[in-house]
Nanobody, 124 residues
Framework: QVQLVESGGGLVPAGGSLRLSCAASGRTFSDYAMGWFRQAPGKEREFVAISWSGGSVTYADFVKGRFTISGANAKNTVYLQMNSLKPEDTAVYYC??????????????????WGQGTQVTVSS
């Protein structure tokens, strides 16, 4: 059974940093993309970043220059380093894996597996 477990969330002041981790088990994801999404209260879940199986990465415009996704996909782990955090970054952050098609990477319907999420709260 595939499991994705996120960790590293917490409460930080604006301008602070956090590093999220997502560990996958039950299957080797070395040939698959792994991504991060987030969902703020009252809002839809949105794409944040993806680490493609070939090693390249793609970011949502609102995190470019502040967040870095890195993946040791061979180790079934992906990280999200978040710097210069803003109150609007407050959300539950989710890890996703096993992209169904390359064109669906921004969609919540584009992945086969999801973690339970980790809360990130940025105080102003």
């Amino acid at each position: 059974q595939v499991q994705l477990v996120e960790s590293g969330g917490g409460l930080v002041p604006a301008g602070g940093s956090l590093r999220l981790s997502c560990a996958a088990s039950g299957r080797t994801f070395s040939d698959y993309a792994m991504g991060w999404f987030r969902q703020a209260p009252g809002k839809e879940r949105e794409f944040v970043a993806i680490s493609w199986s070939g090693g390249s990465v793609t970011y949502a415009d609102f995190v470019k220059g502040r967040f870095t996704i890195s993946g040791a996909n061979a180790k079934n782990t992906v990280y999200l380093q978040m710097n210069s955090l803003k109150p609007e970054d407050t959300a539950v952050y989710y890890c996703a894996a096993d992209l169904k098609a390359s064109t669906t990477y921004r969609s919540i319907y584009g992945y086969n597996y999801w973690g339970q999420g980790t809360q990130v709260t940025v105080s102003s």
